[in-house]
């Protein structure tokens, strides 16, 4: 099993650094750049940093 782990601060800039670093580790793990695996990888780890980030609009409406 290979795994990949990154630390970093919880700014929107770590966004593309964890979208790069995944990406890395994808083709260093077999995973051919621009798959649909890649790819979608690559999305879901945009979107868990950020939202751990607080870079991600809020779903929420305000009511008027």
């Known amino acids: 099993m290979n795994r990949h782990a990154i630390t970093m ?3 929107p800039s770590s966004v ?3 979208r790069i670093s995944t ?3 994808l ?3 077999g995973v051919a ?3 649909s ?3 979608a990888v690559l999305l879901v780890v945009s979107e868990l ?3 751990r980030c607080g ?3 809020s779903s929420r409406r305000t009511q008027r």
């Open 55 to 57: 870079t991600r609009p």
């Open 49 to 51: 940093v950020a939202t």
């Open 9 to 11: 601060p919880l700014v």
């Open 23 to 25: 990406a890395e580790a």
């Open 33 to 35: 750049p621009g798959s």
């Open 37 to 39: 695996l890649a790819d």
């Open 16 to 18: 593309r650094i964890a």
């Open 27 to 29: 083709v260093s793990f």
